[in-house]
């Protein structure tokens, strides 16, 4: 199975920051990729799919970049709402897998 | 308003059978594969399987963690996705979330349920 990633696990930031995560994959996955966003006892959200395109009614300020093997979302400025967990997903083949999770957390 | 709701979640103890289901209303279920995807306490999400819509065959595909022992159905009369769960054992133990997933030409699960929890001990 491929294994995804992510770094880093866990990262501290104040409303207004830039927030960038990244998600490796163990092989190339061209721009099969996901971003993921869980608030705490909530499902998950979708933000991007197929590495850089917008999930409808996601703000602008998440932005997904990568192919291959690298991948990266952005939080252009990061705003309270946006204080969560984010997964990555490679959908390149099956099994599925998630990236280990990055937890933003308010500074 | 798409909504999905998962039940049949239960305190169980390992080698039984649990079948968890979710219902979905506000949309087409039979133009939609459908995903399970868990996720262990305090810990990341792992996905479990999907079954694709019967236009693209209704055939599944799971994790290597559960492959032979749990099963996806769908009944598009009811809108209803099944998750039959044999030979339970303790790693089983998460809450179950299902999401309505788009296959191409990407896999995305765009909707989801809030979960149910499914807890396997002796």
């Known amino acids: 199975a491929i294994q995804m990633t992510q770094s880093p696990s866990s990262l501290s930031a104040s409303v207004g920051d830039r927030v960038t995560i990244t998600c490796r994959a163990s092989?190339?996955?061209?721009?099969?990729l996901g971003w993921y966003q869980q608030k705490p006892g909530k499902a998950p959200k979708l933000l991007i799919y197929a590495a850089s395109s917008l999930q409808s009614g996601v703000p602008s300020r998440f932005r997904g970049s990568g192919s291959g093997t690298d991948f990266t979302l952005t939080i252009s400025s990061l705003q309270p709402e946006d204080f969560a967990t984010y997964f990555c997903l490679q959908e390149y083949n099956y099994p599925l897998t998630f990236g280990g999770g990055t937890k933003v957390e308010i500074k | 308003e798409v909504q999905l709701v998962e039940s049949g979640g239960d305190l169980i103890q390992p080698g039984r059978s649990l079948r968890l289901s979710c219902k979905v209303s506000?949309?087409?279920?039979?133009?939609?594969?459908m995903s399970w995807v868990r996720q262990t306490p305090g810990k990341g999400l792992e996905w479990v399987g999907f079954?694709?819509?019967?236009?693209?065959?209704?055939?599944?595909e799971f994790a290597a963690s559960v492959k032979g022992r749990f099963t996806i159905s769908r009944d598009d009369s009811k809108s209803i996705a099944y998750l039959q769960m044999n030979s339970l054992k303790t790693e089983d133990t998460a809450v179950y979330f299902c999401a309505r997933t788009v296959t191409m030409p990407h896999y995305y699960m765009d909707v989801w349920g809030t979960g149910t929890t499914v807890t396997v001990s002796s």
């Open positions: 506000g949309f087409t279920f039979g133009s939609y594969a």
């Open positions: 092989q190339g996955i061209r721009n099969d």
């Open positions: 079954i694709r819509s019967k236009a693209y065959g209704g055939t599944t």
